[in-house]
């Protein structure tokens, strides 16, 4: 009897100890967060590798639905609301799911995010909030480690990428960075600083808005803050955007005095450069 119960409280702390053992896992997962204009974005995925393997065709078969990675489906979430390949879609979570094909691929946005792995019998095409259709890239060299990234990033969009094997898939995705900054400047301006009138009117004159507000911003700067040579140097190339040449050599003489006193010598040449230029269109 007591040589039975020695061994099953062997037995229970083997069980106990072999439980708390961990190994790697062969799909790490991976987070990536991406800040594409104003929208932060982050993809949360597990990273297969090829390992001898064939990918495409084979391990992950052609026109049916995949999970874009490993273990549990990947998913997307955006913080403001964006366009998917020109589809517009709303701020939140989604699990990222693909179909990939020989000549096409599908990129779905799915509603349903905490389904684990692939949707299979679950899969609800009224849950799809977004589908849109790829041309494969041929890559080279080969990947080895499934990745999903963001490229050829600017302002108001950037490409998500899903690279594996020797493919590349890409969807444009797209915010309206310009909106947010448009509805900040109006809630910023009922208690402006210096700095805010600045960037303000530095925007403004960026995408060749309008030049009369911002030149009212810009002086509003300078009065805040006239020793600085950067709103000087702002004011100035509005001048000279509105062909004020004249006012614009004015400000400019005004801003490189104050960058030259603060020792900014890369300020000092910007200016300069613009001196030149402008006294050529007087």
């Known amino acids: 009897m007591k040589n039975r119960m020695l061994f099953w409280v062997a037995l229970f702390w083997v069980i106990c100890v072999w439980g708390q053992v961990k190994t790697p896992d062969v799909s790490p997962k991976s987070v990536v967060n991406q800040t594409i204009g104003l929208t932060e974005v982050e993809v949360v995925y597990s990273r297969p590798s090829i390992k001898g393997r064939m990918i495409f065709g084979d391990l992950v078969p052609f026109d049916k639905i995949w999970r874009t990675g490993a273990n549990a489906?990947?998913?997307?979430?955006?913080?403001?609301?964006?366009?998917?390949?020109?589809?517009?879609v709303k701020e939140g979570k989604y699990a990222l799911y693909s179909v990939p094909g020989k000549k096409q691929w599908k990129v779905l946005l799915y509603a349903d995010h905490q389904i684990w792995g692939d949707p299979g019998n679950n899969y609800d095409p009224k849950k799809v909030v977004a589908e849109v259709t790829v041309t494969p890239q041929t890559i080279s060299p080969k990947v080895e480690t499934f990745r999903i990234g963001f490229d050829e990033l600017k302002p108001n969009e950037g490409f998500l990428s899903i690279t594996w094997e020797q493919t590349l898939v890409q969807v444009l995705v797209g915010v309206n960075s310009h909106q947010v900054v448009l509805e900040s400047i109006k809630k910023t301006m009922a208690g402006p600083t210096a700095s805010d009138y600045h960037r303000a009117a530095a925007y403004y004159f960026e995408q060749n808005m309008d030049l009369d507000k911002a030149i009212e911003w810009v002086n509003k700067a300078a009065e805040l803050n006239p020793k600085a040579y950067w709103v000087l140097k702002l004011k100035s190339e509005i001048q000279a955007a509105k062909n004020n040449f004249t006012d614009a050599l004015k400000t400019a003489n005004q801003a490189l005095e104050a960058a030259q006193k603060a020792g900014n010598q890369g300020y000092v040449k910007m200016i300069e450069q613009n001196i030149a230029l402008w006294k050529k269109k007087q």
Request: aromatic share 12%; proline share 6%.
């Open 73 to 88: 489906a990947t998913t997307i979430e955006f913080s403001t609301d964006v366009t998917f390949g020109g589809i517009p």
